[in-house]
């Protein structure tokens, strides 16, 4: 059996989605078995899911997948880099994954090797930190740096996609993986037209809009029923009162231990926190022409749940099953034969692991427990489920 894993967020999943599962299969062999990494409550881009990690799992083993596993926290709340590192370290350290999928908006391997080739040569570090002192953005040195190199294919890294799929293979050749990369193009709705993204989908959910045309018949059951139950779309505002209450309690000392702070970012932080009124209020204050927005909202996530400097070097420590199939029962006992890490199917167990199991594992919960604060059923809001919940089996 042919193993191909995916790296995801599916918030929420939808047909582009369940096209890409399809077409993976096609590729290799329509019998493989698909293991998707998914990030949990908090996604990369600094933002609470709009669904849990339990209904997103379960969505997509109902449209295609067979078993999905989480990214911890530090890493789905981390920059394109370590993102990509944690996520595809922790499909190789399962060892028995044979291929890695992944979206692309310029779909040509050839492109996107040539850009990791170069983005791996230790000279082009030196070259990247020059630029930066010319005061712009890292994203801007990047590809200055890299255009003098490589011409005009450095334009294709202005394309998130592309970035994330450069990332996945800077992974498999630095850590030497033995799994294959293929990349699908982008295809389908473009993203100015409504329902074209996942980021579109979200707002239309915001609005109350029907986005039964854009997701698989299962998705759009679970998504009905999760929000009938009181259990979201959860969107940052519902959780704003929450996190404003972590930052008041906190010292600047707690600000400059997160990830990411560099140049004073952190101490701007503390003070926008301790000063402004709402979220969008401190991401204001704190911004500056230097770094992404995103980053900002990745480094006030990272203070409110606790994520300290270094949470998400290396690869996790642990791989926990939250859904799976038939098939995807299968893959487990395979990984449980091969994996070079702790397969966690029931949260009692970590407490039999190491202490970074552990510590990773209880930072993991904490994080749930913020996030089903922003469920509109109070009832629904219960702490520890975390170490109540099995995974779904479909």
């Known amino acids: 059996m042919k193993i191909i894993g995916i790296v995801s967020e599916y918030n929420p999943f939808h047909n582009g989605h369940a096209l890409h599962i399809e077409e993976s299969r096609k590729t290799v062999t329509r019998e493989s078995a698909v293991v998707c990494v998914m990030s949990g409550d908090f996604v990369q881009r600094g933002e609470a899911a709009v669904f849990s990690k339990y209904a997103r799992a379960e969505a997509a083993v109902h ?22 590192r944690g996520a595809v370290g922790l499909l190789g350290a399962v060892n028995c994954v044979d291929y890695l999928s992944f979206g692309s908006e310029c779909g040509d391997m050839a492109v996107l090797n040539s850009l990791a080739t170069a983005l791996m040569d230790p000279a082009m570090d030196a070259e990247i930190r020059e630029e930066l002192k010319n005061g712009g953005s890292y994203a801007a040195a990047r590809q200055t740096a890299l255009a003098r190199s490589i011409g005009s294919l450095a334009d294709h890294l202005e394309s998130p996609n592309n970035i994330l799929a450069v990332e996945y293979l800077k992974t498999i ?34 609005i109350g809009k029907s986005i039964k045309k854009f997701v698989p018949k299962e998705s759009a059951k679970i998504i009905k029923r999760e929000t009938e139950q009181g259990r979201g779309p959860v969107f940052m505002e ?12 906190m010292k600047e000392s707690d600000f400059i231990d997160i990830p990411d702070d560099s140049e004073g970012l952190g101490n701007r ?10 979220l969008d209020a401190i991401l204001s204050a704190t911004k500056t022409k230097r770094y992404a927005l995103s980053r900002i909202r990745r480094m006030c996530l990272a203070a409110a749940l606790g994520i300290k400097k270094g949470q998400a070097d290396g690869i996790p420590p642990y791989a926990r099953v ?39 594992f209880e930072l993991e919960s904490a994080a749930h427990d913020l996030y089903v604060l922003g469920f509109s059923a109070k009832e629904e809001r219960r702490g520890n489920a975390d170490w109540r919940t099995s995974p779904q089996i479909i």
């Open 63 to 84: 449209c295609g997948a067979d078993l999905v596993l989480e990214l911890p926290l530090p890493w789905s709340l981390s920059s394109a880099e370590a993102f990509a």
């Open 173 to 206: 050749y630095g850590q030497r993986l033995r799994i294959e990369p293929i990349t699908m193009q982008r295809i389908g709705a473009g993203h100015d037209e409504e329902g074209g993204s996942a980021s579109d989908i979200r707002n239309m959910l915001s």
């Open 238 to 249: 519902a959780l704003e009162s929450a996190i404003l209450s972590r930052f008041r309690m």
């Open 269 to 278: 932080l503390f003070a926008a926190a301790h000063e402004e009124t709402s």
């Open 322 to 360: 939250l859904a799976a199939n038939e098939k995807g029962r299968a893959v487990l006992k395979l990984m449980n034969e091969k994996s070079e890490i702790p397969l966690i199917t029931k949260p009692a167990a970590v407490k039999e692991l190491s202490s970074a199991c552990r510590g990773l």
